[in-house]
């Protein structure tokens, strides 16, 4: 379900426009196959999926400055206006945290190899790959509702962030039992328990998507209306 | 032709490059070049039309703008004249045609018969009086203070010092010449055929004489062959008429017609007689001739005298003086005497030999000056070339212009700031408009009639004044000037308008201060040409009588006057040769009145001309 | 209020708003044909409006018809209501003459009048008899051309003709004649559409100024200029008023589909 219905008069800016859009889809696939690979690499102790992960990041930074330039271009150029200006600004700020996002897989990537293969248990990595699918379905969603500029998808995002939130505390309630019961695991579990931190806040950022989607299709701030009464989050 | 890899660029480009574009190129400007030259020509012709208007009409008038003045001692005395200036009354009342007549007949006092005083005082225009007058009017000083007075010398003295009478050569004596006086007569003798040359000259006036006698006897062949066939036919119709009254009447007309061609044979004969007797005369080289006035005049100047040949042979010649010797003399030597010959005969022109002497001699004896023609800007109309004057037409067109200017200018460039402005486009407007273009095509002899019927009969204004003459002018000048002013108001630029109703001017306001005055190089163009229109035109005129011949200068409005062009159109018709000079003189006043107005034009156009 | 917005609207103090002019079901016919389609719209006091919409929509019917300027037009007929504070200007006993000293215009192409450079200044306030010595009127006139920003380039030439200056300084010419009547409401149609780029800034920088002491109402083609130089923007379309609002809203997010379309350039 395309926004517009008809298309801009200059068609190479309508093909500009699309061009966006298309190098934002494209960023979110490969920050979503960064943070799967991550995380994979993470449960099993991969130090080859790790170190390839860690490696894929420059693409994500490179992808990033790309929608940068072309968004200031597009500015200077066309003069855009309302939906068009702020769909430009949009994809501005969700590049911004995309690359945040990649920034955090090629961290958990490079953790992989702190971690001592042999003693630590399964149930530990339960958690984390529960808190990555979570965060993973947040950015998918967020991804979602800009590209199909659907307001009650980014709503539904921002209600989903507390769950990611009290799943976050839950597991550090869980690793600080493991440290407490065995001292040997606390360098693990510290690991772990930064690796988690880096999770919730990969969906902090896919909540910020999930804002700037919700200010591109309304031109309202998401917040703000929340503030004021005007959208109930259950 | 076109390189199909190549494709579109190749084909576009051989579209403007290719032979036939060449040639489709050098048709358009080989017809651009005809276009250019047929331009030229045209012009060419115009202005060679022009030139030769030009030409004929300056050269006719430019010898009508200086005249000859004689200035005798005119005894203009108080004794003459009854007051020495004292009393206006007397002095305009006094005798100056007999002053005129003792000055001119003491210069020459040989001159005693009534016909040939009469023919002296001829010399002078019969207007001096008048001329001689006016000058001690003005300045009664003279009559103390002896200063010279002049007055104009006749039209037909005049044309002969400007050599427009006749020309002729004057030749020394070749040889010594015998002078016999007999009584009144004078003969003339020489050893050497010193008349040779002018006998041949008549003689060949004699072969004019005979070459016209031979057309009237052709000309008569054509009546003889008529009536030869008349008689015939009569002949073979009489006997076979049975009626008696017709055969009668027949017979009467057969007799007539038979007396007829008897007449026209005598005629016919006495003709060919007569051609045949001059042939014989010219063809007789050293038979002498009597100088009739059909032949070229020969002069003789001798001893300070001037004798006028009347018969001549090669070597001798008797003469009638026309102006006394100053002594009496036996003998000329060779050298000491002149033979002038006239060319034109005296038949043919309206100055006598004996007034071209006298003219001569006031010129020998320096009365004579030749200066601008005054008379003829100072003075109105007259029966006499020499006294008549351009002025009181001058002046009467100038005035009668003044009138239609100030009726048809400001009506004209109201009625079109109110159709162009302000009236409202309906059928009404339409109409008006419709009737305003047409108005303008109207031959100008019907707007004549119209102030004929109206102002002179129904109004019974004065007529040839003017006033109504302008009047009239105006009604037919209005349509020209109304059309130009709503076309100069129409190209004025609607911003301008808009601009000045956009800070609050009114309809009137924005009209007056700011489309009029764009607008006025266009509207005086149109009223200057309507003005030259009006300057010359003469039909209307004529209608409401501004013919009159109007010897006063006219001063105010209701004065009768003329026009410009009713008075060239009056002297036209006048037989004076004089008059056709001064015809082509008033022409060239009147073009120079139109390239004074449409200086004037230029001039005012300038003023106003403002880049919008 | 919160911050935020107080600092996107830095220059109405008060934040009150009094209506300078206003149409109620405003309809224009040319002849037969239907301009204008019941135009609803106020034109608040010291700010500048801007009409913006495609060719043909209305706009510059509306502007002249806030000055009277229609009745020029004899097929052109006005029904509707248009006040100017509170008083109807199409009411019998208003003179349009004084109305178009109260409520001056500025037009598309530059069109000084064919005089003096002070001439073209003191007309105005010489045929509505504002000044009763000449002292006062080259005070005037002074102060006029200094507000419209020429002042300096042309205060050695005054006598020069107007129409020898170029085409910025012209049209800055006409503005200051305009203001020379002291209007109360200075209408603009597409000033600057003849303008180099550089004439256009001086002549918006001018508009800016000149909202202090006058109610400006401009139509323009350019989106870019009436999201510059207005605090309220209307949309026309077709012969209607589609929306009306402050400037960045209908800029950054208009409400109707037809507005957005036309300020992204997806319909002509």
């Given at each position: ?54 490696k894929a990041d420059k693409a994500v930074d490179d992808m990033q400055r790309y929608i940068d330039e072309k968004a200031v271009s597009m500015i200077a150029r066309r003069q855009p206006m309302a939906g068009d200006l702020r769909h430009i ?146 | ?82 007051t020495d200036g004292a009393d206006q009354d007397v002095l305009k009342r006094a005798d100056y045609d007999s002053v005129i007549r003792d000055a001119i007949r003491a210069e020459f006092p040989d001159v005693t018969s009534r016909n040939g ?496 | ?266 319909i002509g």
């Amino acid at each position: 379900m395309a926004n517009a219905s008809n298309e801009h008069i200059v068609s190479s800016y309508e093909d500009e426009l699309t061009q966006l859009t298309r190098a934002i889809s494209e960023m979110g696939g490969m920050v979503e196959v960064a943070i799967t690979n991550a995380t994979q690499a993470l449960i099993r102790v991969d130090h080859d999926l790790a170190n390839q992960t860690a490696k894929a990041d420059k693409a994500v930074d490179d992808m990033q400055r790309y929608i940068d330039e072309k968004a200031v271009s597009m500015i200077a150029r066309r003069q855009p206006m309302a939906g068009d200006l702020r769909h430009i600004v949009s994809a501005i700020h969700v590049a911004n945290d995309l690359e945040r996002i990649g920034d955090i897989a090629k961290n958990l990537s490079r953790r992989v190899k702190h971690i001592d293969s042999q003693r630590v248990s399964k149930q530990l990595y339960n958690g984390i790959r529960h808190m990555s699918d979570l965060a993973l379905a947040q950015i998918k969603r967020s991804l979602d509702s800009f590209t199909l500029r659907d307001a009650n998808i980014a709503l539904d995002v921002c209600r989903r962030d507390d769950e990611v939130d009290a799943l976050y505390i839950s597991l550090f309630r869980e690793f600080l039992t493991y440290m407490m019961e065995d001292p040997r695991n606390i360098t693990d579990c510290t690991h772990l328990l930064f690796c988690a931190k880096n999770l919730e806040r990969a969906g902090d950022h896919a909540t910020n998507i999930a804002e700037a989607a919700y200010y591109l299709k309304t031109g309202e701030n998401l917040y703000y209306d929340i503030e004021s009464g005007k959208v109930q989050l259950n | 032709m076109t390189d199909m890899a190549n494709g579109n660029l190749q084909q576009k480009s051989s579209v403007h490059t290719s032979d036939e574009a060449r040639e489709r190129l050098a048709k358009r400007y080989r017809a651009e070049g005809n276009f250019k030259w047929i331009g030229r020509a045209a012009i060419g012709v115009s202005v060679a039309f022009l030139l030769l208007l030009l030409s004929s009409v300056v050269s006719q008038g430019l010898p009508a703008f200086t005249f000859n003045f004689v200035s005798l001692p005119f005894e203009v005395t108080a004794e003459k004249l009854g007051t020495d200036g004292a009393d206006q009354d007397v002095l305009k009342r006094a005798d100056y045609d007999s002053v005129i007549r003792d000055a001119i007949r003491a210069e020459f006092p040989d001159v005693t018969s009534r016909n040939g005083k009469r023919a002296l005082g001829g010399i002078l225009s019969s207007g001096s009086s008048v001329y001689l007058r006016q000058q001690v009017l003005d300045d009664p000083s003279v009559i103390t203070s002896g200063k010279k007075l002049e007055v104009p010398i006749s039209d037909f003295a005049d044309l002969y010092l400007k050599g427009q009478i006749t020309s002729g050569e004057t030749v020394d004596g070749a040889a010594n010449l015998r002078v016999e006086r007999q009584d009144k007569e004078y003969r003339l003798i020489a050893d050497e055929p010193v008349f040779a040359n002018a006998l041949s000259k008549a003689k060949e006036r004699l072969s004019v004489r005979v070459a016209a006698l031979r057309k009237e006897q052709a000309g008569t062949l054509r009546s003889k062959a008529k009536l030869e066939g008349d008689i015939v036919a009569l002949q073979e119709r009489i006997p076979s008429e049975t009626d008696s009254v017709v055969k009668e009447r027949l017979e009467t007309t057969l007799a007539k017609t038979e007396k007829d061609l008897a007449l026209l044979l005598k005629r016919i004969e006495a003709l060919v007689e007569k051609a045949n007797a001059l042939d014989g005369r010219i063809a007789n080289k050293g038979l002498g001739e009597t100088l009739t006035e059909e032949m070229p005049s020969s002069l003789l100047y001798i001893g300070g005298g001037v004798l006028k040949l009347t018969a001549i042979t090669t070597n001798t010649a008797t003469a009638t003086p026309y102006f006394a010797l100053a002594e009496e003399m036996s003998e000329a030597a060779k050298g000491t005497w002149q033979l002038r010959t006239l060319d034109v005969v005296e038949a043919n022109r309206k100055f006598s030999d004996q007034e071209i002497v006298w003219t001569d001699k006031l010129v020998e004896r320096d009365y004579v000056r030749s200066g601008i023609n005054t008379i003829f800007f100072t003075r109105g109309a007259s029966r006499e070339p020499e006294m008549a004057g351009v002025l009181g037409a001058a002046i009467g067109s100038a005035l009668t212009l003044i009138v239609t200017l100030v009726l048809a200018f400001p009506l004209g460039v109201a009625a079109a700031i109110y159709l162009e402005e302000f009236a409202p486009k309906n059928r009404w407007t339409t109409i008006i408009e419709v009737n305003i273009n047409n108005l303008a095509a109207v031959p100008s002899i019907v707007f004549g009639l119209l102030g004929l019927a109206v102002f002179l009969n129904y109004f019974h204004l004065d007529r040839s004044a003017p006033y109504v003459g302008g009047m009239v002018l105006a009604l037919m000048t209005l349509p020209t000037i109304i059309i130009a002013s709503r076309a100069a108001l129409r190209a004025v630029p609607p911003s301008i308008r808009e601009a000045a109703l956009g800070i609050g001017a009114s309809r009137l306001q924005t009209v007056t201060h700011h489309v009029l005055p764009l607008a006025m190089p266009g509207i005086l163009t149109g009223t200057i040409i309507g003005m030259a229109q009006a300057l010359g035109e003469t039909a209307p005129l004529l209608m409401i009588g501004m013919v009159a011949f109007v010897v006063d200068v006219p001063t105010t409005f209701s004065d009768p006057s003329t026009v410009l062009p009713v008075q060239i159109f009056m002297w036209a018709d006048f037989p004076e040769p004089a008059f056709q000079q001064r015809t082509s003189a008033a022409i060239m006043v009147l073009l120079a009145f139109l390239i004074a107005m449409n200086a004037i034009a230029v001039v005012l156009r300038k003023r106003f001309e403002r880049r919008w | 209020m919160s911050v935020a917005t107080e600092i996107l609207q830095p220059n109405v103090k008060t934040g009150k708003e009094t209506i300078k002019m206003s149409g109620q079901k405003v309809c224009v016919h040319y002849g037969e044909k239907q301009a204008l389609f019941d135009v609803d719209l106020n034109i608040v006091a010291n700010q500048v409006i801007s009409l913006i919409g495609p060719s043909g929509c209305g706009k510059s019917t509306f502007l002249r018809c806030l000055n009277r300027m229609n009745d020029t037009i004899d097929i052109c007929n006005v029904s509707g209501q248009i006040n100017l504070e509170g008083q109807d200007i199409y009411d019998k006993s208003i003179d349009v003459v004084e109305l178009r000293a109260r409520v001056g215009m500025v037009f598309q192409k530059p069109n000084p009048f064919p005089k003096s450079i002070y001439e073209n200044v003191a007309y105005g306030p010489r045929i509505h008899g504002m000044t009763r010595s000449k002292d006062e009127l080259d005070e005037l006139v002074t102060s006029s051309l200094r507000r419209a920003g020429l002042w300096e380039e042309v205060k050695d030439r005054l006598d020069q003709p107007g129409t020898g200056l170029s085409g910025g300084q012209q049209q800055r010419l006409c503005i200051a004649r305009a203001i020379a009547t002291k209007p109360e409401v200075l209408l603009m149609d597409e000033p600057c559409s003849a303008l180099d780029p550089i004439a256009t800034a001086i002549i918006e920088e001018l508009i800016d100024e000149l909202r202090e002491n006058f109610t400006i109402v401009i139509v323009t083609h350019s989106m870019q200029q009436a999201a510059r130089v207005s605090q309220k923007t209307a949309f026309f379309h077709l012969g209607k008023l589609i929306e009306e609002g402050p400037t960045e809203q209908i800029f950054t997010n208009p409400h109707h589909k037809k507005t957005q379309d036309y300020i992204t350039g997806r319909i002509g």
